[in-house]
């Protein structure tokens, strides 16, 4: 059986190593599932009989029950279940069951019958995928005690089937009969399930793939404390430690840094082991069939088998909320993404170019902001490069939507501290509603309105955009996000979301869909009269909304294409409507003018006194004189029982005044 080696930087020997230990129990899988495939009589039972028992048997039973290798057959520490199956037509519909619970399959083929080998690219591949079978594959070759010289090459056969079909994992040939190579085919079938190939090394280009290489420069990272841009022998020596639990020997550390120079001569320098001979030795290991040994380094800083952190460790209990509250990054955050920006900020102009940028998330499987939600939403200078308030608003977004998205890219860039000294939750909104004052430093605001309205046009002069004079339909929802300063030197973060007119109703339809809204704005076409009764209907619907959700949010009115010249009806209609139900005079803008006045102000504003600008309903005015009479009743009923609880008193003194009296 394979033999075992400790250390990740050893010359390498010619058999495997196995990972055992800690480093097993990281491993995703704990008791892989192996399901054997392929034509009759290519030799599926009699291997796995072989296997189990080091014997051969000439007449084995059709298809075997189950056959557990224990976990010690190895030395890994892992078990291995083995399920046969038959190709027999009648059992094709339990054979493509196993193969849906398989971890991975091993597709077998008779070394004497080429018509089973031309078969495992002809049928049982195509008909993997065609069931959806996305596990490892090992195409093995049994009987090979009955090959001939005329059979044709294994490599050269499989070698463009291979590069077909990227999910099979290796190629072996075997005999049952002669004990050739049976152990290592399902040595191969574990390893495949336990330390992939396929998410860290390209077969076809012989390179470790991209997402690998930005986990090993995290890690390089990490272990570089002095960031001198090399691994001293000390760091080298912590990082072994970390990863396979013993150092090196001073002797195998200049062994090791001989190897790189001799291959890579700039993989070192005075300094130590460089990223790129970092880079090259963990290549040097997968391109020798050591995956294990690479997965071993990834699992020990914390990656999945996708190559992204354990679930694990992003789940933070203070992440725990109620609807109506929101999580924020704390001080102590910002003050490190801002030595991020400035980090990453090379030429000193006080702003991110796209390189830059991408060089900022270069330790992360791609950038956080490359989704829908975050590719249009942050301020940008005139020559494209995110500013700095433009780079703390979209973490202050992406915290806002997907806390534990922003908890995985604060490891990645390299954050350190505990995930509870990185966030905070917000007092729940229905309380500041009865303090009538809101802590919170970022605000969300929902930008409603009909199409035309000028909703775009807001959310882009949030992040500094110019005005555009042709109309853009919005198909989904849009973020925006900026600093606003507010007075006495405050600052706070304003995220704009534009709700389109044909995504209200699915909204509302949920019941929390105004939890996590600060403030709602009505946007409509001051000049056009259709616009303004469309905007009321929405203004009663959120109403409506927060009225029986129990999330009331404060509204404020937006007449927006102001340099139109404002309806008049519109005008005497907003004015009547404002009044009844008791918010303030709609804000006029004209964004083709340039003229928002202080409306981003009047948002953070309304959002900061939740108690105010709610709108009153005819169904809320109801209520309202309901508690009001319950209220106006219960004050009655309170003084009408303290006269009688002081006629009480006054009678038990006039009583023990008289019994006094009659006593004397």
Same mark, same amino acid.
């Not at 405050?490 to 704009?496: A, D, I, M, N, R």
């Given at each position: 059986?394979?033999?075992?080696?400790?250390?990740?930087?050893?010359?390498?020997?010619?058999?495997?190593? &196995?990972?055992?230990?800690?480093?097993?129990?990281?491993?995703?899988?704990?008791?892989?599932?192996?399901?054997?495939?392929?034509?009759?009589?290519?030799?599926?039972?009699?291997?796995?009989?072989?296997?189990?028992? $080091?014997?051969?048997?000439?007449?084995?039973?059709?298809?075997?029950?189950?056959?557990?290798?224990?976990?010690?057959?190895?030395?890994?520490?892992? /078990?291995?279940?083995?399920?046969?199956?038959?190709?027999?037509?009648?059992?094709?519909?339990?054979?493509?069951?196993?193969?849906?619970?398989?971890?991975?399959?091993?597709?077998?083929?008779?070394?004497?019958?080429?018509?089973?080998?031309? !078969?495992?690219?002809?049928?049982?591949?195509?008909?993997?995928?065609?069931?959806?079978?996305?596990?490892?594959?090992?195409?093995?070759?049994?009987?090979?005690?009955?090959?001939?010289?005329?059979?044709?090459?294994?490599? &050269?056969? %499989?070698?463009?089937? %291979?590069?077909?079909?990227?999910?099979?994992?290796?190629?072996?040939?075997?005999?049952?009969?002669?004990?050739?190579?049976?152990?290592?085919?399902?040595?191969?079938?574990?390893?495949?399930?336990?330390?992939?190939?396929?998410?860290?090394? +390209?077969?076809?280009?012989?390179?470790? !793939?991209?997402?690998?290489?930005?986990?090993?420069?995290?890690?390089?990272?990490?272990?570089?404390?002095?960031?001198?841009?090399?691994?001293?022998?000390?760091?080298?020596?912590?990082?072994?430690?970390?990863?396979?639990?013993?150092?090196?020997?001073?002797?195998?550390?200049?062994?090791?840094?001989?190897?790189?120079? +001799?291959?890579?001569?700039?993989?070192?320098?005075?300094?130590?082991?460089?990223?790129?001979?970092?880079?090259?030795?963990?290549?040097?290991?997968?391109?020798?069939?050591?995956?294990?040994?690479?997965?071993?380094?990834?699992?020990?800083?914390?990656?999945?088998?996708?190559?992204?952190?354990?679930?694990?460790?992003?789940?933070? /209990?203070?992440?725990?909320?109620?609807?109506?509250?929101?999580?924020?990054?704390?001080?102590?955050?910002? +003050?490190?993404?801002?030595?991020?920006?400035?980090?990453?900020?090379?030429?000193?102009?006080?702003?991110? !170019?796209?390189?830059?940028?991408?060089?900022?998330?270069?330790?992360?499987?791609?950038?956080?902001?490359? $989704?829908?939600?975050? &590719?249009?939403?942050?301020?940008?200078?005139? %020559?494209?490069?995110?500013?700095?308030?433009?780079?703390?608003?979209?973490?202050?977004?992406?915290?806002?939507?997907?806390?534990?998205?922003?908890?995985?890219?604060?490891?990645?860039?390299?954050?350190?501290?505990?995930?509870?000294?990185?966030?905070?939750?917000?007092?729940?909104?229905?309380?500041?509603?009865?303090?009538?004052?809101?802590?919170?430093?970022?605000?969300?605001?929902?930008?409603?309105?009909?199409?035309?309205?000028?909703?775009?046009?807001?959310?882009?002069?949030?992040?500094? !955009?110019?005005?555009?004079?042709?109309?853009?339909?919005?198909?989904?929802?849009?973020?925006?996000?900026?600093?606003?300063?507010?007075?006495?030197?405050?600052?706070?973060?304003?995220?704009?979301?534009?709700?389109?007119?044909?995504?209200?109703?699915?909204?509302?339809?949920?019941?929390?869909?105004?939890?996590?809204?600060?403030?709602?704005?009505?946007?409509?076409?001051?000049? +056009?009269?259709?616009?303004?009764?469309?905007?009321?209907?929405?203004?009663?619907?959120?109403?409506?909304?927060?009225?029986?959700?129990?999330?009331?949010?404060?509204?404020?009115?937006?007449?927006?294409?102001?340099?139109?010249?404002?309806?008049?009806?519109?005008?005497?209609?907003?004015?009547?409507?404002?009044?009844? %139900?008791?918010?303030?005079?709609?804000?006029?803008?004209?964004?083709?003018?340039?003229?928002?006045?202080?409306?981003?102000?009047?948002?953070?504003?309304?959002?900061?006194? /939740?108690?105010?600008?709610?709108?009153?309903?005819?169904?809320?005015?109801?209520?309202?004189?309901?508690?009001?009479?319950?209220?106006?009743?219960?004050?009655?009923?309170?003084?009408?029982?303290?006269?009688?609880?002081?006629?009480?008193?006054?009678?038990?003194?006039?009583?023990?005044?008289?019994?006094?009296?009659?006593?004397?």
């Amino acid at each position: 059986s394979p033999k075992s080696s400790s250390l990740f930087l050893l010359p390498y020997p010619n058999d495997h190593i &196995k990972m055992g230990g800690a480093a097993t129990r990281r491993a995703r899988i704990s008791n892989p599932r192996v399901v054997l495939i392929g034509d009759a009589g290519s030799g599926k039972t009699s291997l796995i009989i072989s296997v189990a028992s $080091d014997s051969f048997q000439a007449k084995a039973v059709p298809v075997l029950p189950p056959t557990c290798l224990p976990a010690n057959f190895y030395g890994d520490g892992i /078990p291995l279940t083995i399920i046969d199956t038959s190709s027999r037509l009648e059992d094709r519909s339990k054979l493509e069951m196993e193969c849906k619970t398989a971890d991975a399959i091993v597709l077998t083929y008779a070394c004497n019958k080429a018509l089973t080998l031309a !078969r495992v690219s002809s049928y049982w591949l195509p008909e993997l995928r065609r069931i959806g079978v996305k596990v490892p594959v090992i195409v093995v070759g049994c009987k090979l005690d009955l090959r001939t010289d005329e059979q044709p090459n294994l490599e &050269k056969t %499989m070698a463009p089937i %291979m590069r077909k079909y990227k999910e099979i994992e290796t190629c072996i040939e075997c005999s049952a009969l002669r004990q050739v190579q049976v152990a290592e085919v399902f040595y191969y079938s574990q390893k495949a399930v336990v330390h992939p190939t396929a998410p860290i090394f +390209d077969q076809e280009t012989q390179t470790l !793939r991209p997402l690998c290489v930005r986990a090993l420069k995290r890690i390089f990272i990490n272990c570089d404390h002095d960031r001198d841009g090399a691994l001293s022998d000390a760091e080298l020596n912590e990082f072994q430690v970390k990863c396979f639990g013993a150092p090196l020997q001073p002797s195998e550390v200049v062994g090791v840094k001989k190897v790189v120079a +001799d291959k890579l001569p700039e993989g070192v320098n005075e300094n130590g082991l460089t990223f790129t001979g970092f880079l090259f030795l963990n290549a040097l290991f997968v391109e020798r069939g050591r995956m294990e040994t690479a997965w071993t380094v990834l699992r020990s800083f914390g990656y999945d088998d996708k190559i992204r952190l354990r679930d694990d460790l992003l789940q933070n /209990p203070s992440f725990k909320r109620s609807p109506d509250q929101t999580v924020e990054l704390t001080d102590k955050v910002v +003050d490190f993404l801002r030595e991020v920006f400035t980090a990453f900020d090379v030429d000193g102009d006080g702003a991110l !170019r796209s390189q830059e940028l991408e060089d900022v998330y270069s330790t992360a499987p791609s950038s956080p902001w490359d $989704d829908v939600e975050y &590719k249009d939403a942050m301020e940008k200078n005139p %020559m494209g490069g995110v500013t700095i308030n433009g780079f703390l608003s979209q973490w202050a977004l992406m915290t806002l939507l997907d806390p534990v998205r922003s908890l995985e890219h604060l490891i990645y860039l390299g954050f350190s501290g505990e995930p509870a000294s990185a966030f905070r939750i917000t007092r729940r909104r229905c309380l500041d509603h009865r303090k009538q004052r809101s802590q919170r430093s970022v605000f969300q605001c929902f930008a409603f309105g009909p199409s035309k309205s000028g909703k775009t046009a807001l959310l882009n002069a949030l992040i500094g !955009r110019p005005y555009v004079e042709d109309y853009t339909h919005t198909n989904e929802v849009r973020y925006s996000v900026n600093v606003i300063d507010c007075t006495l030197g405050s600052k706070k973060t304003l995220v704009l979301r534009e709700i389109p007119q044909d995504a209200v109703q699915s909204l509302l339809d949920k019941k929390e869909a105004l939890a996590s809204c600060d403030v709602a704005a009505i946007f409509y076409d001051s000049s +056009d009269e259709s616009s303004w009764k469309q905007a009321i209907t929405i203004l009663l619907e959120v109403s409506a909304h927060g009225n029986s959700s129990g999330h009331k949010v404060p509204c404020i009115l937006i007449a927006a294409k102001d340099d139109l010249g404002p309806h008049s009806a519109v005008i005497a209609e907003s004015t009547r409507v404002c009044q009844d %139900m008791n918010v303030e005079a709609p804000i006029s803008i004209s964004m083709k003018l340039g003229d928002i006045g202080n409306v981003f102000h009047r948002i953070v504003d309304a959002a900061q006194r /939740p108690h105010l600008n709610i709108p009153i309903t005819a169904a809320g005015k109801n209520c309202q004189q309901y508690h009001e009479v319950v209220n106006h009743c219960l004050v009655y009923l309170s003084v009408g029982a303290a006269v009688v609880a002081v006629g009480i008193a006054a009678y038990r003194v006039y009583i023990m005044s008289c019994h006094h009296q009659g006593s004397g």
